[in-house]
């Protein structure tokens, strides 16, 4: 299929909006009051510092809402004013948080069932509003709704548009696409479904085995067995391998990204010598400003001397789980936490220990005076922030 083809003329189709529909004023009110927060602007004005009772609070000079999920969240409520009765579904959760999704469920915009890991586009009909997420959506999707006459709200983040296109150039060159993602992330989901051959690799050790493989070959089946699921139809590493393109998604560790696109680069260098390397391998610079700064000041306020570190956003969500990564790396004592309600009595947290499922943790926050250190993913409003804050202060005063 040839995707670009079909992107360009989807989007200048009549039923087909991805900007906005000029409520921007109305949408900013409403988005001001339900996310942002007074007090987390009183911390950024004072060096992200704030200090109560025994308790510093130091929160990141860089966190929360990304300008793309301002502009999707904005998109979606915008969409529903300017379709009052339509029906609007949304083919993922707009972005990784469960109070924006839950103030578009009240707004009665539907997410779209899935069964058995399927999505059940069966429940739209022609004519009904459908949004698609700050990640996108895969071209397959697109293209059902399109046929189905549905009208499409696209809100994908420019950024994840501009992977898309370094896929579109790998294709045009019959490359490979190594895309540095989750291969069943929606992000990469769609990502890959932009690519003609693909292989996803999730961090730097299967890039190394993939550099070993492209330099000294190996066992194929092995290969096969150990990418599973994370390859286009048909891909053979002993053909597929000899030219690549390097793509990623957006949210990854950004200094793994890099580190995977050099390791890489050198691996076709060696492979087929240095005047050869642009007749083999392809990078383009897609990694996300925002993504950037966050883990730039997450490298930054892990260098002050916290006692501990609180990292909210949706367990689901990637970018928050590269910044609790970073935490637990740098060895400090950090809760990954998705709102304030898990803050619970008794100096008690829930939270997600990383690869693990939630678990409490008792005497949480520990006696004496106390550093804790804040941050929080890109899809996270300020105003879940700020709750966390005043639970850690009110419950931390309570045990004094
Ligand atoms: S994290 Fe980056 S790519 Fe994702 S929505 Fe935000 S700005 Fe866009």
Not at 344 to 365: R, T, V
Request: glycine share 6%; proline share 3%; with cysteine.
């Amino acid at each position: 299929m040839d995707t670009k083809a079909f992107r360009r003329s989807l989007q200048q189709s009549q039923t087909y909006h991805r900007k906005g529909f000029g409520h921007e004023e109305e949408v900013a009110n409403v988005m001001n009051s339900a996310y942002q927060s007074s007090l987390i602007q009183e911390i950024r004005e004072n060096n992200y510092r704030m200090k109560r009772g025994n308790v510093t609070i130091q929160m990141a000079e860089s966190f929360g809402f990304c300008w793309g999920v301002e502009r999707a969240v904005a998109m979606a409520y915008e969409t529903r004013q300017h379709f009052p009765t339509e029906n609007i579904w949304i083919t993922n959760e707009i972005i990784h948080n469960p109070s924006v999704n839950q103030h578009l469920k009240e707004m009665k915009v539907e997410f779209i069932p899935v069964e058995n890991g399927n999505k059940d586009f069966s429940v739209v009909d022609a004519g009904d509003v459908v949004i698609l997420p700050a990640f996108g959506a895969s071209v397959q999707e697109m293209q059902t709704l399109n046929e189905k006459g549905c009208k499409i709200v696209d809100t994908t983040c420019p950024w994840v548009s501009k992977v898309w296109n370094s896929v579109e150039k790998h294709k045009k060159r019959d490359y490979t696409s190594i895309i540095h993602g989750k291969y069943n992330h929606e992000e990469t989901v769609a990502t890959s479904s932009f690519a003609d051959k693909y292989l996803v690799v999730l961090n730097y050790k299967e890039a190394e085995y993939v550099s070993n493989y492209i330099l000294n070959g190996g066992d194929r089946q092995e290969f096969l067995a150990k990418f599973v699921r994370a390859y286009s139809e048909g891909f053979d590493p002993d053909q597929d391998l000899k030219q690549i393109g390097i793509a990623n998604q957006t949210t990854m560790l950004k200094s793994e990204t890099e580190q995977i696109g050099k390791l890489l680069e050198h691996t076709m260098i060696k492979k087929y010598g240095p005047d050869q390397l642009n007749n083999h391998f392809q990078s383009f610079n897609t990694i996300c400003d925002a993504t950037q700064e966050r883990q730039d000041a997450m490298i930054d306020i892990l260098d002050q001397p916290l006692d501990l570190m609180v990292v909210i956003g949706g367990f689901n969500s990637s970018n928050t789980t590269h910044l609790q990564e970073m935490s637990v790396e740098k060895g400090i004592l950090s809760y990954h936490i998705d709102c304030a309600e898990r803050i619970l009595a008794d100096n008690q947290i829930e939270h997600k220990p990383l690869g693990k499922s939630l678990e409490i943790q008792e005497n949480w926050l520990p006696q004496g005076e106390i550093l804790v250190g804040i941050t929080s993913g890109a899809s996270t409003p300020d105003k879940v922030v700020e709750e966390v804050i005043e639970k850690i202060f009110s419950q931390k005063l309570s045990l004094v």
